[in-house]
């Protein structure tokens, strides 16, 4: 299985992107969660947001609430990240990730995607 994150380049502050991330493959075993997570030079990465893949349930990291919106389509194996209002601190290399059914922790990755926003 592979993620292919998406979307990323240089906007404004106040712009909008939106991240893809598509999985290919034939996945191992059922899928969890899928999230996003995020990544600056010299700092960990965090967390970014989370969606139930069955359940559709998702949980966004508190910077990030009213501003970006995750969804999935489970008939193309792909999940989303609309970000509006964008700012300088959401500058990041944003990840995807794959935690699956009865697994604690997000295991499979995707490459990165990166995005800038200049003020």
């Known amino acids: 299985v592979q993620l292919q994150a998406s979307g990323g380049g240089r906007v404004q502050a106040g712009g909008s992107l939106r991240l893809a991330c598509e999985i290919s493959?034939?996945?191992?075993?059922?899928?969890?969660?899928m999230a996003w997570f995020r990544q600056t030079p010299g700092k960990e990465r965090e967390f970014v947001s989370s969606i139930g893949w069955a359940t559709g349930n998702i949980f966004y990291e508190n910077s990030v609430k009213g501003r970006f919106t995750m969804s999935r389509d489970t008939a193309k194996n792909t999940m989303y990240l609309e970000m509006n209002s964008l700012n300088p601190e959401d500058t990041a290399v944003y990840y995807c990730?794959?935690?699956?059914?009865?697994?604690?922790?997000?295991?499979?990755w995707g490459q990165g995607t990166l995005v800038t926003v200049s003020s």
């Open positions: 493959g034939r996945p191992p075993r059922s899928i969890l969660f």
């Open positions: 990730a794959i935690r699956w059914t009865g697994r604690s922790s997000y295991e499979r």
